[in-house]
């Protein structure tokens, strides 16, 4: 969460072999999955006539994906990660302008899911050793040119990754990803929010940096490929 898969994932819908770009809210352990996914995306949307993939995110440990139900089917997996620090105040900045009382608000609670879900990756990638492709998200930002030739190759597309995107029925929407203006530019925006208002204490930090550590080097270890900072 919060680790540019909106922009990422609207980059790839882009692309005329890809169809899909939102978070879908389903987990893959079975082939009825796959085709509840073809279902809910045809809901608002029509496949694109030469196309091979359908894309979805999966950002949260509710939702899980057995690689054995995509056995032959051509698929491509990516695992990204963002860095701590630049998480944590995104997702609390998120969660602390929404309406009641949202236990992602608080540091200390923001740090634990972040922590969680970086050891689930970790946990996901000893099981799928060599299967999937691994970026560092902030590539994005500063390194779109070499991030976006490496998941052409990656995903065999032709013709190659724009840095120039649609928008799209859901585009914006809750729940289907980010919800800001920024996703609604059609473009990679390089500018950050370093959001000066949060504060996080150090032993967060310290927690989180732990982890990010410790994690992003058994995910990096066993990915089939990857580009790093």
Known sequence: MRAYSSLIGH????????????????????????D???????????????????FDKLLHNDYVLDTHILAGSGNRILVSIRSP??????????????????????????TDYYI??????????????????????ELIKTDS????????????LTPPLSDRYQTFPLTGKA?????????RRGKIETSENN?????????????????????RKVILGNARDSLTL
């Open 11 to 34: 980059i790839l819908g882009s692309h005329p072999q890809i169809n899909g770009y939102y978070e879908m809210h389903l987990s893959y352990s079975s082939a009825a999955d796959l």
């Open 36 to 54: 509840e996914q073809l279902r809910l995306y045809m809901q608002t949307e029509t496949p694109k006539p030469d196309s091979i993939y359908l």
């Open 85 to 110: 620090e630049s998480s944590l105040k995104s997702i609390i900045h998120l969660f602390q302008s929404k309406q009641g009382e949202e236990p992602y608000a608080d540091p200390g609670q923001a």
């Open 116 to 137: 969680q879900r970086l050891k689930s990756l970790s946990d996901f990638s000893r099981m799928n050793t060599a299967q999937y492709y691994y970026f560092d998200a």
């Open 145 to 156: 040119q070499n991030l976006l030739q490496a998941l052409t190759r990656w995903c065999e």
């Open 175 to 183: 729940r289907a990803g980010d919800s800001s203006d920024l996703i």
């Open 195 to 215: 959001y000066p208002g949060i504060r996080l204490e150090a032993q967060h930090i310290s927690r989180a940096e732990q982890a990010y550590a410790e994690y």
